[in-house]
């Protein structure tokens, strides 16, 4: 069964743009090139304001900053999120969604990300594939290995630099998500609350998917204990960006010497 799995990846990644994802990748690993930031953890912990207010920080520090998400962050992108997050399609099943989920990624990899680090720019990226091992890998029942071969073989396993995973409490993180995207519908008629009304179970086993990753790649990824004040919370990713690419201090040098 894996090794028709394997081929059907193999078929379905078109050879142009998995050769192009890869291409892309050396050049960036081959010359110098920005850093790439991810931000994961469960809906309503928080995370986007976080993310935010760490662009802010860098942006104050002259640094050039490229802030996106998934799934979106382009045109094809955000058409995909919407069919995602709508009620409407509750019918989904759980690996139409996660092919949905890596299409909107390569695109976004090709059109975004990968110019971006390029370019020289820090990229802060609201999610990536941690998001569909621990969702869809995890909360939907489809296991590690088939996210991970599909990033394999679709995005060339293309890693962050730094991820945060904000880690916080089950219940009040999905209930801040509903209340937010209530108001949200409300609005603008904008219906983002397809995975919100998931069960605390498939939470539960989201936040446990998150946790395993964390511990397999130690390295890259660090837990942020998202349940304190926001600018505790803040206060925190400060001082691991910092300490990991000396970021901040480095920019307050480099101004104070021009």
Not at 104 to 129: K, N, Y
Request: charged share 25%; hydrophobic share 35%; proline share 3%.
């Amino acid at each position: 069964m894996q090794s028709s799995l394997r081929k059907l990846l193999n078929i379905a990644a078109s050879q142009a743009n998995r050769h192009s994802i890869e291409s892309c990748i050396i050049s960036c690993v081959s010359s110098p090139r920005g850093k790439f930031l991810t931000f994961e953890g469960l809906d309503g912990c928080g995370k986007s304001t976080q993310l935010e207010r760490l662009a802010g920080k860098l942006r104050e520090r002259g640094l050039a900053i490229t802030v996106t998400r998934e799934p979106g962050g382009t045109p094809t992108g955000d058409k995909i999120r919407q069919l995602l997050l709508d009620t409407k399609t509750s019918a989904l099943s759980s690996k139409a969604e996660l092919a949905l989920m890596f299409a909107s990624r390569v695109q976004h990899i090709e059109e975004i990300i990968l110019p971006a680090l390029a370019a020289g720019h820090i990229v802060l990226c609201d999610r990536f594939t941690d998001s569909s091992e621990a969702y869809q890998g995890g909360g939907r029942k489809l296991g590690s290995e088939l996210v991970l071969e599909l990033h394999r073989v679709l995005c060339g396993n293309l890693a962050p630099d730094l991820t945060i995973l904000m880690d916080s409490e089950v219940g009040a993180s999905v209930e801040r998500a509903r209340r937010r995207n209530q108001a949200r519908t409300n609005a603008d008629s904008l219906d983002e609350n397809r995975f919100e009304r998931e069960s605390r179970a498939f939470f539960s086993r989201v936040r446990s998917g998150y946790l395993e990753i964390a511990k397999r790649e130690p390295q890259r990824v660090t837990v942020v204990d998202a349940r304190g004040t926001p600018d505790q919370t803040h206060a925190k990713i400060l001082q691991i960006v910092d300490e990991r690419f000396g970021l901040l201090g480095s920019a307050v040098k480099a101004r104070n010497v021009s």
